[in-house]
């Protein structure tokens, strides 16, 4: 599966982004998609995370409340839905695939990763 990620952006404290995922390729209903960022100087972490059902999400603690992640498997797109910015959130945005029963956060566990999209949160 390729993947393809857009949507970021400069905004300003307190702005909402969302971000898309597009995924070409067979059977993206059958992977789990995971949103991952990387700052500049600090390892790629885990942001949110959905099942290839949209039936289980999780979130990493320091966005939880403030982004949703959910997906279209007609359309063949996940989204990040970012609200409440904070300059913290100023990273570079990864969308990735995995194809395992069970939605896991490890990155080492995606084997497909799109091309990353910048988000810049301004104070």
């Known amino acids: 599966v390729q993947l393809q990620a857009s949507g970021g952006g400069l905004v300003q404290a307190g702005g909402s982004l969302r971000l898309s995922c597009a995924a070409s390729?067979?059977?993206?209903?059958?992977?789990?998609m995971g949103w991952f960022r990387q700052a500049p100087g600090k390892e790629r972490e885990f942001v949110a995370g959905i099942s290839w059902s949209a039936g289980s999400t999780y979130y990493a603690d320091s966005v939880k409340g403030r982004f949703t992640i959910s997906r279209d498997n007609a359309k063949n797109t996940v989204y990040l839905q970012m609200n409440i910015l904070k300059p913290e959130d100023t990273a570079v945005y990864y969308c990735?695939?995995?194809?395992?029963?069970?939605?896991?956060?490890?990155?080492?566990?995606?084997?497909?990763w799109g091309q990353g999209t910048q988000v810049t949160v301004s104070s």
């Open positions: 390729g067979r059977s993206f209903s059958s992977y789990n």
């Open positions: 990735a695939a995995q194809n395992s029963i069970v939605l896991v956060i490890a990155p080492e566990r995606y084997g497909y």
